[in-house]
């Protein structure tokens, strides 16, 4: 069963990176043609989604935070990262690592997720 | 403000049936595939249909999905009160080139 954890920095000061990390266990990152995602959740509000990258390293962001941010895999630890730059408060949120899915060109859903991590953006 | 729009609640009692709607354009549910999660209080989303209504693995058939133009409806019978969550519907948009989410609805099953 495929499973998904997240780790990294839980508090960081505006303007500063944030760096997470999502290791995959109980299946290859390198396997199939799924794609591999953020998404995070500001407490109390809805979903947004942040980027993916393929096994290839092929990536794609949201336009909204694209200049911001970047994924990355290691293919030989099974992971994949995130780097969000430039931080204010409005980036604290709970931030979810996932694979996705797809019948499609694009990205149709997203299974399983991880259990998510809060990044506080404080001085 | 999000792109899909749900209610905000909806609310039944323990086995009856429960809609929930997401309305979209035609740069989005209109032309795309739509999810469905469903994020039970201090957990993280889970998928319940996939392609409009195909339901994931290991979701009973109580849920199901469905798809008219530009809006989504989430189904849910014999509701039981583990079914009290907050719902997302989720799809790709053409024009902003991204995933969008609704704002989520929460179930409260009376």
């Known amino acids: 069963q495929l499973q998904l954890q997240e780790s990294g920095s839980r508090l960081v000061k505006p303007s500063q990176t944030l760096s997470l990390t999502c290791a995959v266990s109980?299946?290859?990152?390198?396997?199939?043609?799924?794609?591999w995602n953020w998404i995070r959740q500001p407490p109390g509000k809805g979903l947004e989604w942040i980027g993916y990258i393929y096994q290839s390293g092929s990536t794609y962001y949201n336009p909204s935070l694209k200049s911001r941010v970047t994924i990355s895999v290691d293919r030989s630890k099974n992971l994949f990262s995130l780097k969000l730059s430039s931080l204010t408060a409005a980036d604290t949120a709970v931030y979810y690592c996932?694979?996705?899915?797809?019948?499609?060109?694009?990205?149709?859903?997203?299974?399983?997720w991880g259990q998510g991590t809060l990044v506080t953006v404080s001085s | 403000q999000s792109v899909l729009t749900q209610p905000p609640s909806v609310s039944a009692a323990p086995g009856q049936k429960v809609t929930i709607s997401c309305s979209g354009s035609s740069s989005n549910i209109g032309n795309n595939y739509v999810s469905w999660y469903q994020q039970l209080p201090g957990t993280a989303p889970k998928l319940l249909i996939y392609?409009?209504?195909q339901r994931s693995s290991g979701i009973p058939d109580r849920f199901s999905g469905a798809k008219s133009g530009t809006s989504a409806t989430l189904g849910i019978t014999g509701l039981q009160t583990g079914d009290e969550a907050d719902y997302y519907c989720?799809?790709?948009?053409?024009?902003?080139?991204?995933?969008?989410f609704g704002g989520g609805t929460k179930l409260t099953v009376l």
């Open positions: 989720g799809t790709w948009d053409d024009r902003l080139s991204t995933v969008v």
């Open positions: 392609d409009n209504y």
């Open positions: 109980g299946g290859s990152i390198s396997s199939g043609g799924s794609s």
């Open positions: 996932a694979r996705g899915g797809s019948s499609s060109w694009y990205v149709g859903w997203f299974d399983p």
